[in-house]
């Protein structure tokens, strides 16, 4: 940046960004003092039902998300200042309404207002483990930006997003809703989907509170059941579970949600060491920290505690901050405090650090500025944000298979719309609205026409729909196998059959753990039904999570994983099958082959009786009735070109304490089509005092080159790529030799070894 600048002016310059970087940390630092002495003059002018009214936070009776109870007149209970925050109201009218009502209490504190905006708003966006799908954050943190813009529009302050929740097993249903199964990864989305949220701050008109959810190791939850219970180690957590969460708040993220599950016995919502310890203590965190939905009041369910009033006091103390709908703060700390089985100090902290973000906000100066009904209209209707959602949507494909024909030795893919003169469009998907929306979305009036279904997005690519033919098949539930003659016929009737199948919305998401993979209903015989007449067949699959299809991946010759994705959906889909768009998508999970193979990972630690290969079944660690490998590893993803690796250069051989080494790759684009590639970074500690990985990823990056460039990608490896945690939770480096593999997935092969000394 400095080649054509002297050296006096650059001087200059570096004096005038250091003045500038200091000077907006010196503003920022007053401006977090200003406030803190507004909050402590505030607080105490509030009566401790006051205070505790701040930590409430009801559903509205407009839409619930969880099991809603009722109770008296909840405005009223806004006009005694006794509700802090409410979630599940939409729209600038509602906000603005229940804000004047706010207004009529003594102190006038304004409320909160919350929502689930996990891909989405007014425009929905690939569901979060499609969009992780990507690898690429600069579009991860666009589309959250857009979200922010449009929610915030309709007065929302705060959304529980993102879910930073690291799972490997894909039975569990909310498995869509987060990054996959790598804490590298993960914890690289979960700072770009801060940032995209937050903005250039709180206290923007267009950003909203991020919130780092479930706070912690619910993605671990046995058997992949919702809600269940998680046991591990320390170590594990650590290592595994937590850098996530750490990278939120080290970005900055205003709250924390703990989760329904107890870690190791303690539910999260009561876990002192997590909140108090961990968060807000080693890690220096100054948001917020909110229940989810009722667990305060379930740590009896748990047998943890006795009644609500001993929940409440053991949540409190442990540092849960705010109460979504359990009633238990309001319903039980005043007693706790006359009692003095509760020390107030800890009812004053909660209530600080949930007032500090409403001045944050400037809720205080302005307690409407965010419901402005004119800015909704305008930012909904923008076009740009549909152009943003299909470009997200196409980048999250994951092209998973693409074979030549047995008479050609061209690829099936991409289409061509002049020689293929009749398709076939079959499925109980080519039509779908609300499913390709997926779950933890919103549904508009104008959804019909402007959420683009698989059928309208070919439609608009090919011109008119002259060249379709459109067979349901089956639906995507139930046994029914009378639509399957009516698909047979329009697959005979065309040169080629497009097949969308997959899970409905309400099959992967909250509460939607299931025990079998397998795609439901006939959608796998209705395949096979196709494949039999002979004519080429192309699978696309919706879904939330990874699914078991093992049929369909040894049978047919072109399989696209379409996941949900979103307002834009049809067109992307679309743009990728005749190659206006070559698939980048990469897998942010492992797919088993079987449930039994379940939980499943790339980076399972090293065993003493490894297998060799796919078919080495004796007296190793795998499983006789069938191969050991995935159906398909984490980091892969096909292009329509082909991407050659050389062989990796390492800067030095010996890593030394505070030093750092380069490792450089040429990677060439060897196909006849312009495309990205994720090149993806693992090192492998060979020897260590506690037993490591197999492989880690460590770095990532997207390049774009066109047929016959090449680009060399570099890595800076340190002593921070090469930590650990040890049994008692700390990290630790430790010296030694260290395998490096650089390639296009998690079973890259191209090698080279370095010593850290």
């Not at 807000?280 to 667990?295: N, R, T």
Request: proline fraction near 4%.
């Amino acid at each position: 940046m400095f080649g054509f600048i002297n050296k006096n002016e650059k001087m200059r310059f570096c004096s005038l960004f250091l003045y500038l970087i200091l000077a907006t940390n010196f503003f920022a630092s007053a401006q977090s003092v200003r406030i803190q002495r507004k909050v402590d003059s505030l607080l105490r002018l509030m009566t401790l039902e006051e205070k505790i009214g701040q930590l409430n936070q009801l559903s509205s009776d407009f839409v619930a998300t969880g099991p809603i109870t009722k109770e008296g007149d909840k405005q009223d209970r806004v006009r005694q200042g006794k509700i802090g925050s409410y979630l599940n109201v939409t729209g600038a009218v509602r906000t603005r309404s229940l804000q004047e009502i706010a207004m009529q209490s003594r102190l006038r504190i304004p409320l909160l207002f919350a929502q689930d905006v996990i891909h989405g708003y007014r425009t929905i966006f690939p569901v979060p483990l499609a969009e992780a799908a990507s690898w690429d954050l600069p579009a991860i943190e666009k589309a959250a930006r857009i979200a922010a813009i449009e929610a915030s529009a309709s007065g929302i302050h705060w959304t529980f997003a993102p879910m930073v929740d690291i799972a490997r097993d894909p039975r569990w249903g909310r498995v869509m809703e987060g990054a996959g199964e790598d804490s590298y990864l993960g914890s690289r989305i979960a700072v770009a989907r801060v940032k995209g949220f937050q903005g250039n701050g709180l206290g923007n008109i267009d950003a909203v509170m991020a919130c780092a959810k479930h706070f912690a190791a619910y993605g671990a939850a046995e058997g992949g059941r919702d809600y269940n219970t998680t046991d591990m180690s320390l170590r594990k957590l650590h290592e595994v579970y937590l850098p996530p969460f750490k990278a939120a708040a080290e970005a900055g993220v205003a709250s924390f949600m703990n989760s329904f599950n107890d870690l190791n016995g303690i539910p999260a919502t009561a876990h002192t060491y997590l909140q108090r310890k961990l968060l807000k203590g080693d890690w220096q965190f100054k948001g917020m920290v909110v229940s989810d939905w009722g667990s305060i009041g379930e740590m009896i369910n748990h047998g943890y505690a006795a009644d609500l009033k001993d929940a409440s006091l053991k949540a409190i103390q442990a540092g849960s901050d705010m109460d979504m709908e359990s009633r238990a703060y309001t319903s039980q700390l005043v007693g706790l405090v006359n009692e003095k089985k509760l020390d107030s100090k800890f009812i004053d902290e909660a209530v600080k650090r949930v007032l500090t973000k409403k001045f944050e906000l400037g809720l205080f100066d302005d307690p409407y500025k965010f419901s402005n009904e004119k800015r909704e209209q305008e930012v909904w209707n923008n076009p740009a944000h549909l152009q943003v959602a299909r470009d997200i949507a196409k980048k999250s494909i994951v092209l998973l298979k693409n074979e030549p024909l047995s008479n050609t030795s061209k690829s099936l893919l991409p289409l061509s719309k002049s020689s293929i003169k009749k398709i076939a469009l079959v499925g109980p998907l080519v039509q779908a609205i609300a499913d390709n929306n997926g779950f933890w979305s919103y549904s508009w009036p104008d959804d019909s026409t402007r959420v683009v279904s698989l059928w309208k997005g070919m439609i608009n690519k090919l011109g008119t729909a002259s060249s379709l033919i459109y067979a349901k098949g089956c639906e995507i539930t139930g046994q029914d196998t009378s639509g399957f003659k009516a698909a047979r016929q329009a697959a005979l009737e065309s040169e080629l059959t497009i097949v969308s199948i997959g899970e409905s919305a309400i099959m992967s998401g909250e509460a939607k753990s299931r025990s079998s993979l397998v795609l439901p209903g006939m959608q796998e015989q209705l395949i096979k039904e196709l494949v039999a007449t002979g004519k080429p067949v192309v699978v696309l699959i919706s879904a939330g999570r990874p699914l078991v299809f093992n049929w369909i991946a040894d049978h047919v010759p072109a399989i696209v994983y379409t996941w949900w994705l979103g307002t834009e959906a049809g067109n992307a889909i679309s743009d990728v099958l005749f190659g206006d768009y070559n698939p980048s998508g990469k897998l942010p999970m492992t797919f088993p082959r079987h449930e039994g193979q379940i939980p499943i990972y790339y980076n399972y630690y090293s065993t003493g009786r490894p297998f060799k290969n796919d078919s080495d079944f004796t007296y190793v660690t795998a499983y006789t009735d069938l191969p050991n490998s995935p159906r398909y590893p984490f980091g892969h993803g096909l292009s329509y070109t082909s991407f050659e690796y050389g062989a990796i250069q390492l800067s030095d051989t010996l890593l030394k304490t505070g030093k750092k080494i380069q490792a450089k790759i040429r990677v060439s684009n060897t196909g006849a089509y312009q495309g990205e590639e994720v090149v993806q970074l693992y090192i492998q500690d060979v020897t260590a005092s506690l037993v490591r990985p197999v492989r880690e990823l460590k770095g990532f990056e997207k390049i774009n080159l066109n047929p016959g460039e090449s680009h060399e990608v570099v890595f800076t490896i340190s002593e921070n790529e090469l930590s650990f945690y040890n049994e008692q939770g700390k990290p630790t480096t430790e010296t030694g030799l260290f395998h490096v593999f650089i390639g296009g997935s998690s079973q890259a092969s191209q090698k080279a070894s370095f010593t850290f000394l």
